[in-house]
């Protein structure tokens, strides 16, 4: 990719490339936090990854500006317009993905307020399999690695199905036991954040496809059911 | 006109065209169909053979010494290079503008009536000034000099110089316009009004244009041909080809990537 015959525009787009990189990273350092902090009720963790989201959102908007800096300055075509508009793709979806482990955090704070009454184990479970995920598509993106890109593609289904076995659970919790309502809805929404996370994240392994090979991953996107009823 | 051909017809069919210089082996059969109504864009590096493509449809190139051009070139199905066609006739109906606009030392009016005239495409005098003000008018040049036809055409401003050939051009009604590099002469805001003008022009007519500005083909053409090295490497949708390309070689020219 390093060989155009302008050379600060290889370094223009390696940069972009790296603060990609770098917000990826934070983002997926800030859900796992997030996770661990549900799962210990540690509440100052909790606070730290609140305070962290604000260093995500910075990085998504020095992406989009640098970005458009490149189309206008530039006028990139194939391979490196796919790149550049796909890089303003992912870069919106890491962004996301960093607001829901920010609100993650915040229930985690109220939870943490509560009393230990209904299970985190599932959610926490379903957060490990999304981290798994965002950590595989994010190294497919820096390694250019297709073939790992449609494998997370292909892995969202198993998140969905997670997803509502959980649901499941936490509304037998709720019928069981009323006084678990408050904890157990926080954690649908939370359940509910992480499923959209591992959405996010087959998002990115779209713009990725699209980068590489200029079109969407062929077939129809595996799509579990998520409206919670069984499977 | 050719705006009466279903959108799609095959108006210039190339068949393993091959143009020598001399020794150069200057393009190397090329197939290539250029269909009515559309404007296809030519694009590569120079020397690629993207101009001595475009020369061939109107023949210029015999006006070059040493050239040979062998393979099938045909207009609506009628051999180009047929011993029987007249050049003349031929170059009215594939008309050309060139890089530099190349005005006659003459009067803005005395240019655009310069072809009519010789084709004796007007019966009198009322005929042709309809034919000139016309033309003025579809290259976008009439409201600007209406007052001051009998000046010279060598007096106007670039952009006004290079829409005053491309009057002289379509004056006599041609099918196929070919421009070779029509703007590189000329600023930004002329070439915005010959791009606005082709446009205009492909309903009518079918144009083949040479650039070297890869966002000018990407922005008049609705497809575009890669050259290199004398070989056609590439022929798709302009979009295809400025978005996912299927040439490495395209790849490599249309994103800077050799030169």
Same mark, same amino acid.
């Given at each position: ?10 370094d223009e ?32 963790l ?25 189309l ?22 890491i ?20 009393p230990?009454?209904a ?59 009323s ?53 | ?16 065209? $091959? /143009?020598? &210089? %001399? ?7 090329? *197939? ?6 559309? +404007? @296809? ?66 009067s803005?009016?005395? $240019? /655009?009536? &310069? %072809?009519?005239?010789?084709h004796?495409?007007?019966? *009198? ?6 034919? +000139? @003000? ?18 010279s ?50 309903? $009518? ?5 040479v ?23 590439e ?9 996912n ?15």
């Amino acid at each position: 990719m390093n060989d155009h015959t302008v050379k600060s525009y290889d370094d223009e787009l390696s940069h972009l490339t790296s603060i990609i990189a770098r917000m990826g990273g934070m983002a997926e350092a800030q859900l796992s936090s997030a996770v661990q902090a549900l799962a210990t009720r540690d509440d100052e963790l909790a606070q730290r990854v609140i305070a962290g989201d604000a260093r995500v959102d910075e990085l998504d908007q020095e992406i989009q500006s640098f970005a458009v800096r490149l189309l206008a300055l530039r006028q990139p075509m194939a391979q490196d317009l796919r790149l550049i508009v796909g890089a303003l793709g992912i870069s919106g979806e890491i962004e996301r993905i960093g607001d829901y482990a920010a609100n993650l955090a915040k229930r985690t704070l109220v939870l943490n307020h509560l009393p230990a009454s209904a299970p985190v184990a599932g959610v926490v479970r379903l957060a490990e399999l999304v981290c798994t995920l965002l950590k595989d598509v994010l190294d497919a993106y820096l390694e250019r690695d297709i073939e790992k890109a449609t494998r997370v593609w292909n892995r969202d289904e198993e998140v969905d199905a997670l997803y509502n076995a959980v649901f499941q659970t936490l509304i037998e919790q709720m019928t069981e036991d009323s006084g678990t309502i408050t904890a157990a809805t926080h954690l649908l929404f939370i359940a509910k954040n992480i499923e959209r996370i591992g959405d996010h994240a087959t998002n990115i392994a779209e713009a990725l496809h699209y980068q590489i090979v200029g079109t969407q991953p062929a077939g129809k996107r595996p799509k579990g059911n998520t409206v919670g009823a069984p499977q | 006109m050719n705006a009466l051909l279903p959108l799609g017809t095959i108006k210039v069919k190339a068949q393993g065209v $091959n /143009v020598h &210089y %001399g020794d150069k082996h200057a393009l190397q059969s090329v *197939d290539l169909d250029i269909r009515a109504g559309e +404007v @296809m864009a030519l694009i590569g590096p120079s020397g690629c053979g993207k101009s001595t493509f475009l020369r061939c449809i109107n023949r210029m190139n015999d006006l070059v010494d040493g050239a040979r051009v062998t393979g099938s070139l045909t207009l609506d199905g009628e051999d180009i290079y047929d011993r029987a066609i007249d050049v003349v006739q031929l170059r009215a109906r594939v008309g050309m503008v060139f890089q530099k606009p190349n005005p006659f030392p003459k009067s803005i009016y005395d $240019n /655009v009536a &310069y %072809g009519p005239r010789i084709h004796g495409l007007a019966r *009198d005098q009322a005929e042709l000034d309809e034919i +000139v @003000m016309t033309s003025l008018e579809k290259a976008g040049l009439l409201a600007e000099v209406k007052d001051r036809l009998a000046e010279s055409g060598t007096g106007l401003s670039g952009g006004q110089q290079q829409r005053l050939c491309i009057a002289r051009a379509i004056a006599v009604s041609p099918e196929v316009i070919l421009m070779d590099e029509p703007c590189s002469a000329l600023d930004p805001i002329a070439t915005a009004k010959v791009e606005e003008l082709i446009d205009e022009l492909h309903e $009518n007519f079918t144009i083949v244009i040479v650039t070297h500005s890869m966002q000018q083909a990407a922005r008049v053409s609705q497809r575009t041909a890669f050259f290199h090295l004398g070989k056609l490497i590439e022929v798709g949708d302009t979009e295809q080809i400025f978005t996912n390309p299927q040439q490495p070689l395209t790849q490599g020219y249309i994103t800077g990537r050799f030169g």
